[in-house]
Structure formats: structure tokens, C-alpha cells
């Protein structure tokens, strides 16, 4: 089956720590997105990759940071700079631009931080 | 800017009667236009997506969703509830144009009563 696996589904970890959340996707898709959601809003763009190797911020990437070391892996890891980290994280790829745009969702990983 | 407003953070139906969840877009341009659906603790799924073909966009799940630019509204419908609709909806747009990066309504949650 092709899609989009993060792991784990619950973490927690103590203040201070940083933490390292897993995205990899089978899908053969160049582009891969990092989101966090918070309860009532929507989803925030932390970081984003277009290719392997290269990846830019989004709008709230202050206190993380990723890596693009291959094509199917886009982990994210949550410094200890990160004020509020408890969150829902979500994963997303996306394939050529002739799918319109269409992201394609991993489960969520809901990090507490304690 | 493009932005999407959900007008109703909260809809409650019940079940066999129709679903409206509303939407409404600010775009300089012809926008594309998409609705996701969260179950609870999970990832995003596309529901449909308008990319300026046809107004009435069908999708999946007996959903549907009209695009108007008079009224600069994509609201989604469905004519039963059933109760596994029950999720978090989220109505999306392209940043801009020529863009795969999304901007994200602060979602709608559907409640359907037996």
C-alpha cells in the first residue's frame, strides 16, 4: 500500500529535551510538507522540502528543524527553543503539480510535552 | 492575500438531514479550492477539490461542494448525515498562484445526533 507513515502516534517528553518525529512516504513524491495544529485552528506550515537536499521555512519554524536526506524521509525534530510544543503534528507529501495541489496526509503524531 | 473563512466552528445534524458547512474565500485570482476531513486523532483526507472546471464539484462520500465567485463561497453539502461523518472539516486554498504551499480554515466540526 502506498501513503505516508509517521511514528510514533504519541510521544512525550520532558521539558528541555529535543525530539525527533518520523515522516516517510512510498509515494514517490518530491515534495514534502511539516504541519502542526492546534486545537481550534487550523494547520500552520512549519517547514517545507520541494526536493531532496533543500527545504525552506514556513510561517512557524522558530524552535524546529528538518532534514531532506532522502527522497521518501522528511524528519522533523522539536528543539528545546520551542516555547509550546505540545501539538498535533501532521506530515504531508505532495506529487506532480498536475494533481492540483492535492497533499496527501500522514496520522499525526501528538507530541506532550511535560 | 488569499484567506479562507469557515463560518461555523461548530455544526450539529442529525442524522438523515442535510449537512451545510460553510466557507467563504478572499482570492485576487481564479482560486483553487479544497475540503479535507479529520477524523478524531487522525490525518487529513481529501473530501473534493475545485481547480476552475466545473462550479458543482462532486465528491467522495456523497459530498459536494459549489463554487460561486459572486458570492466568493465554497460551501460543502451533503443530503444525509450519516454518522460516521462525524470529523473536523477543513476548507483550504492555494496560497498563491503558481504555489503548492495551502492556507487552512480553522475548521468546522460536524456533530450528527442519532
Known amino acids: 500500500d502506498g501513503g505516508i507513515t509517521q511514528s510514533p502516534k504519541y510521544l512525550f517528553r520532558k521539558e528541555g529535551q529535543n525530539v525527533t518525529l518520523s515522516c516517510e512516504q512510498n509515494?514517490?513524491?518530491?515534495?514534502m510538507y511539516w504541519y502542526r495544529q492546534d486545537p481550534g485552528q487550523g494547520l500552520r506550515l512549519i517547514y517545507y522540502?520541494?526536493?531532496?537536499?533543500?527545504?525552506q521555512k514556513g510561517d512557524i519554524a522558530e524552535g524546529y528543524s528538518v532534514s531532506r536526506e532522502k527522497k521518501e524521509s522528511f524528519p522533523l525534530t522539536v528543539t528545546s527553543a520551542q516555547k509550546n510544543p505540545t501539538a498535533f503534528y501532521l506530515c504531508?507529501?505532495?506529487?506532480?503539480?498536475?494533481?492540483?495541489?492535492?497533499?496527501?496526509f500522514g496520522p499525526g503524531t501528538r507530541l506532550t510535552v511535560l | 492575500a488569499q484567506s479562507v473563512t469557515q463560518l461555523d466552528s461548530h455544526v450539529s445534524v442529525s442524522e438523515g438531514t442535510p449537512v451545510l458547512l460553510r466557507c467563504n474565500y478572499s482570492?485576487?485570482?481564479?482560486?483553487?479550492l479544497f475540503w479535507y476531513v479529520q477524523h478524531p486523532n487522525k490525518g487529513l483526507q481529501l473530501l473534493l477539490k475545485y481547480t476552475s472546471a466545473a462550479t458543482l464539484v462532486k465528491g467522495i462520500n456523497g459530498f459536494e461542494a459549489e463554487f460561486k465567485k459572486s458570492e466568493t463561497s465554497f460551501h460543502l453539502t451533503k443530503p444525509s448525515a450519516h454518522m460516521s461523518d462525524a470529523a473536523e472539516y477543513f476548507c483550504v486554498v492555494i496560497r498563491s498562484y503558481n504555489t503548492d504551499k495551502l492556507i487552512f480554515g480553522t475548521g468546522t466540526r460536524l456533530q450528527v445526533f442519532p
Open positions: 504531508a507529501s505532495m506529487g506532480a503539480p498536475e494533481n492540483n495541489n492535492e497533499q496527501f
Open positions: 482570492s485576487s485570482y481564479s482560486p483553487s
Open positions: 509515494l514517490n513524491h518530491d515534495a
Open positions: 522540502s520541494q526536493i531532496v537536499n533543500d527545504f
